[in-house]
Every structure is written in C-alpha cells, then in structure tokens.
C-alpha cells in the first residue's frame, strides 16, 4: 500500500518588489499554517518516508516546516526541479520514479497543477487545493510506477481554514 500526501505550498509574501516568483519568500500567515497543518498530520501519526518538494522557496519553506515538526531529517527533503512550472505529466513521473521501499510520501508543489494531478489520481476530488491544503491519496498497488489511475481512494483531506 502506497499514501501521497499532496501539499500546496503555504501562502506567499508578494510584497517584495523585484523578487522573482521562484524566489518568493513566505508571509507570516504561510508560517504559522504551514505549522497547523504539520501539527495535524503529527497529531493523526502521518509520518513521510520522503518528502519531494518543488526549487520554488516558498515550497521549499513549507517543505521544512513540515519537515521539522514532523522529524524529519532536513538532509533528506529532495528538490525535485521538475515540479515548478510544470504539468501533471512531470509529477507523474517523479512519482513513478520512487523506489518502491517507501511508503508515505510528502509532495510540496503549485497551483493550478497540484489539484490537477489530484484529479488525476481519484475521482473524489474536484476542488482546487487553497494554500497549504493536504491530499491524501492512497492505493493498494505495491509500485509507485502504478500509482497513476482513478482506483486511488481519497483518505485525508485538510486545509487551514478549518482550524481558524
């Protein structure tokens, strides 16, 4: 049984001029959601194997929030530069290529491509993830090469805004 975790990255800070959009920091309330919903996936014992994030660094802010409250060993988070600016197509094939040893898997990327790829995964997923929203997505195959139709099943879904 395989589990991804579909994360949109938290919110951005879009007040610095002459920043590109790759290098957008996140804002105080990106932090401190990033940091609920962390806390939520500790509190229900959601623990990654790997953690994929997006060279974008607000993904990568989000990636290690999640990281640290999580335990996760930092060193280990990769930077997948295929997952910014790109379409489903390119998280399909990062997925793909997972070993097959790992589990639980947290994906850090981008809106309109993260919800697109979540539709691509299960047919009980139709909204567009708001920043820092989780996915969950489960499937029974045994091969991350696999996990790439609609027999998934949808097992977690969470957004900030249900916890203020």
């Not at 229900?44 to 994030?53: A, E, R, V, W, Y």
């Not at 290690?64 to 998280?91: P, W």
Request: aromatic share 10%; glycine share 4%.
């Amino acid at each position: 049984m395989k589990q991804l975790y579909l994360v949109r990255h938290a919110k951005s800070d879009w007040t610095m001029e002459g920043l590109s959009d790759k290098a957008r920091p996140l804002n105080s309330r990106g932090h401190n959601d990033a940091k609920t919903m962390a806390r939520e996936l500790k509190n229900k014992k959601i623990m990654p194997d790997l953690i994929i994030s997006s060279p974008a660094i607000r993904a990568i802010s989000t990636a290690l929030i999640f990281a640290e409250i999580l335990n996760f060993d930092l060193s280990k988070i990769v930077i997948n530069k295929t997952l910014y600016e790109s379409g489903v197509k390119e998280y399909v094939k990062c997925v793909s290529e997972i070993d097959r040893n790992i589990k639980t898997i947290l994906l850090f990327g981008h809106n309109p491509v993260i919800t697109a790829y979540a539709n691509s995964l299960t047919t009980s997923f139709a909204e567009e993830m708001s920043t820092c929203c989780i996915a969950g997505i489960q499937s029974n195959t045994n091969d991350w090469n696999f996990f790439t139709n609609k027999t998934n099943q949808l097992i977690y879904y969470d957004y900030p805004k249900m916890h203020s």
